[in-house]
């Protein structure tokens, strides 16, 4: 199994512009989540959906944000418009049981954005 | 308000030397604790997975355990390795509500 999938890596963008991340969690997981991680406030969930509906989009910051999960191999994150203060890195995170189970949460490997 | 508390902050010790970090938490109803390891540039990895039955769980040289009466749990790592420098993860789970995260220890293993 490749494990969880995050396009692209890294993320490079002015100000304004409109940014997509794209996740492929693994196969067979019903569970996905979306993380942001900074050095001020660590990991911090952002959605995540069960099944490919959302269950809890508490933690997306703002409007400028907006998550979907098409299908169940499939999820992308948009920023819209990107501010500096969204840098940050950015995790996807698969899983076969919702949150409070006891079934691993597996992350891939980070999307890191720059918004200058 | 669900919070998870680390310390210390961060750590250096020598290569071949033991150490412990530390976590507490206040996010009820509990239900499960975890561990993770995140090497820098990758996504975190789980270590353990406890309830509120258990209080210690090995994997390798790590060893974790749970005290859920004083809401505390410990991660000891023995014999550390060069490979062990890493941040390491703190996260509780509530029923029926998403994980509460540590900031994390920055451990650094020097030879």
């Known amino acids: 199994d490749a494990g969880v999938i995050q396009s692209p890596r890294h993320e490079v963008t002015e100000m304004g512009q409109e940014v997509t991340l794209r996740c492929k969690p693994i196969?067979?997981?019903?569970?996905l989540f979306w993380y942001r991680q900074t050095m001020m406030r660590g990991l911090e969930l952002l959605i995540y959906?069960?099944?490919?509906?959302?269950?809890?989009d508490s933690g997306m910051p703002e409007d400028r944000f907006s998550a979907k999960m098409p299908n169940a191999s499939f999820s992308t994150l948009k920023i819209q418009p990107s501010e500096p203060r969204d840098s940050a890195v950015y995790f996807c995170a698969s899983s076969s049981e919702g949150t409070s189970g006891r079934a691993e949460q597996y992350f891939g490997p980070g999307t890191r954005l720059t918004v200058t | 308000k669900n919070q998870v508390e680390q310390s210390p902050q961060s750590l250096i010790i020598l290569e071949g030397k033991n150490c412990t970090l530390q976590c507490n938490y206040t996010v009820s109803p509990f239900s499960n604790l975890r561990w993770y390891k995140q090497d820098t540039g990758r996504g975190p990895v789980s270590l353990t997975i406890?309830?509120?039955?258990?209080n210690t769980k090995s994997n390798g040289r790590y060893t974790a355990t749970l005290d859920a009466d004083t809401k505390q749990s410990s991660l000891h790592i023995t014999a550390s390795q060069l490979s062990d420098s890493a941040s390491y993860i703190c996260v509780v789970g509530a029923r029926d509500t998403p994980l509460v995260f540590g900031k994390g220890t920055r451990l650094s293993v020097i030879a």
């Open positions: 406890m309830t509120f039955s258990e």
């Open positions: 959906f069960n099944n490919n509906v959302p269950i809890d």
């Open positions: 196969s067979g997981h019903n569970s």
